[in-house]
T-cell receptor
Framework: EAGVAQSPRYKIIEKRQSVAFWCNPI?????LYWYQQILGQGPKLLIQ????????DSQLPKDRFSAERLKGVDSTLKIQPAKLEDSAVYLC????????????????FGEGSRLTVL | SQQGEEDPQALSIQEGENATMNCSYK?????LQWYRQNSGRGLVHLIL?????REKHSGRLRVTLDTSKKSSSLLITASRAADTASYFC???????????FGTGTSLTVIP
């Protein structure tokens, strides 16, 4: 079974430029998450999708970050304009479990996209 | 923030020794999970313990959960050099299946 695919693996940009990250979850996984992981810290949830709808984006800095999952499969996360503090690894994860379901399950993570803002 | 905290931040042990790391969290949970992250890689799920469970085993892993103290511990027995990684606990909110990660414990196992 193919895992969660992310691209690009590495990206270096100047501040105020824009960048986009792509994620392809495991086939059949309805729920998709984007996390931001700053060096030395734990992953911070940015946004959660169920199919093509947003479940939780309360921690997404909406003035500069946007994300979409138009067809309920692939997702893109965009930053425009980037700031120095956006330097981090952006992790995508997917899960079979639906939001609000009484059961729960594990998250499957991609390898991440490392962003450096100069 | 619902993010938990792991303790210690860093742990260095000799191969064959046991490693114990702790996680404290703030809100009521459905379950708690532990993940491992090798340097420069994504996170990998290790074990899940539900809020109505107190202890769970999986191979060399033993997890305990104390909901009254809002804390969990992960024990890795007979550690190996390959166990060198960062370990994170993750809790989910009562609804929505959002997963919140702790600050992590960096484990180094010296051969």
């Amino acid at each position: 079974e193919a895992g969660v695919a992310q691209s690009p693996r590495y990206k270096i940009i100047e501040k105020r430029q824009s960048v986009a990250f792509w994620c392809n979850p495991i086939s059949g996984h309805a729920t998709l998450y984007w996390y931001q992981q700053i060096l030395g810290q734990g992953p911070k949830l940015l946004i959660q999708f169920q199919n093509n709808g947003v479940v939780d984006d309360s921690q997404l800095p909406k003035d500069r970050f946007s994300a979409e999952r138009l067809k309920g499969v692939d997702s893109t996360l965009k930053i425009q304009p980037a700031k120095l503090e956006d330097s981090a690894v952006y992790l995508c994860a997917s899960s079979l479990i639906l939001a609000g379901a009484s059961n729960t399950g594990e998250l499957f993570f991609g390898e991440g996209s490392r962003l450096t803002v100069l | 923030s619902q993010q938990g905290e792991e303790d210690p931040q860093a742990l260095s042990i000799q191969e064959g020794e046991n490693a114990t790391m702790n996680c404290s969290y703030k809100t009521s949970i459905n379950n708690l999970q532990w993940y491992r992250q090798n340097s420069g890689r994504g996170l990998v799920h290790l074990i899940l313990i539900r809020s109505n469970e107190r202890e769970k085993h999986s191979g060399r892993l033993r997890v305990t959960l104390d909901t009254s103290k809002k804390s969990s511990s992960l024990l890795i027995t007979a550690s190996r050099a390959a166990d060198t990684a960062s370990y994170f606990c993750a809790t989910d909110a009562r609804t929505g299946n959002q997963f919140y990660f702790g600050t992590g414990t960096s484990l180094t196992v010296i051969p």
